[in-house]
T-cell receptor
C-alpha cells in the first residue's frame, strides 16, 4: 500500500461542475502539497498546508490531520482545469512522497 | 522574474554513457530538489540541498546517480553508465527556505536512454 493514496485516479466532469479530489496518507507529516501538472508536463504548486483550509480563486484545499486526509475542491470547473492533480506529503526531514495523481478532464 | 530553468530540455543518450543535467534555481532560493518521473508513473524524490547543509541523498536509486550544487546556486545531476530504466523526466524545484516552503518547479529534462 502506498503511503499516499489519491482518489479517484481519473475524473471526467462537465464544465461548471464542482469537483473534489481526495488524498489519504498513512504517515506522520509536517505539511501537504497539492500540485497541478499540465498536459505539457509543467508542474505548478497550488497549495501547501499543514492545517485547516486554504482558498485561491476557484480552488480550495482542506486538510484533517487527525484523519490523515486532504481534499482539493474546484468550483465552477472549466476545461482549462484539465490536468493531473498530485498530492504530496512532507514526511521526515525534507522528503516529499507523492501520490499517483488524479487525471481530471473537464468537457465543455 | 525568472523561474527555475533546466537544461537540456531533451537528451537522448546511448546505454552506458554518462549524462549531466543542469538546474538553475530561482535567485535567492536556498533549497533545491531533484525529482524523477518515469513515463506513466508518479514523481519520485531523488535529492535535496538546503544552504550549506549536507544534502539529503536518500532518494538516489543507485551509486550511478550523484548531484552537486556549486556556490549554493546551480545544481548538476550526473548519471553514470546510463541504463534504459533511467529514461524519465528529471525535474528540479527550488524553494525560498527549508522543507516547509512552496516549491517552484522547472520544466524538466526528458532523458531517453537507447
Amino acid at each position: 500500500k502506498n503511503e499516499v493514496e489519491q482518489s479517484p485516479q481519473n475524473l471526467t466532469a462537465q464544465e461548471g461542475e464542482f469537483i473534489t479530489i481526495n488524498c489519504s496518507y498513512s504517515v506522520g507529516i509536517s505539511a501537504l502539497h497539492w500540485l497541478q501538472q499540465h498536459p505539457g508536463g509543467g508542474i505548478v504548486s497550488l497549495f501547501m498546508l499543514s492545517s485547516g483550509k486554504k482558498k485561491h480563486g476557484r480552488l480550495i484545499a482542506t486538510i484533517n490531520i487527525q484523519e490523515k486526509h486532504s481534499s482539493l475542491h474546484i468550483t465552477a470547473s472549466h476545461p482549462r482545469d484539465s490536468a493531473v492533480y498530485i498530492c504530496a506529503v512532507l514526511t521526515s526531514g525534507s522528503r516529499l512522497t507523492f501520490g499517483e495523481g488524479t487525471q481530471l478532464t473537464v468537457n465543455p | 522574474g525568472a523561474g527555475v530553468s533546466q537544461s537540456p530540455s531533451n537528451k537522448v543518450t546511448e546505454k552506458g554513457k554518462d549524462v549531466e543535467l543542469r538546474c538553475d534555481p530561482i535567485s535567492g532560493h536556498t533549497a533545491l530538489y531533484w525529482y524523477r518521473q518515469r513515463l506513466g508513473q508518479g514523481l519520485e524524490f531523488l535529492i535535496y540541498f538546503q544552504g550549506n547543509s549536507a544534502p539529503d541523498k536518500s532518494g538516489l536509486p543507485s551509486d550511478r546517480f550523484s548531484a552537486e550544487r556549486t556556490g549554493g546556486s546551480v545544481s548538476t545531476l550526473t548519471i553514470q553508465r546510463t541504463q534504459q530504466e533511467d529514461s524519465a523526466v528529471y525535474l528540479c524545484a527550488s524553494s525560498p527556505g527549508p522543507a516547509n516552503y512552496e516549491q517552484y518547479f522547472g520544466p524538466g529534462t526528458r532523458l531517453t536512454v537507447t
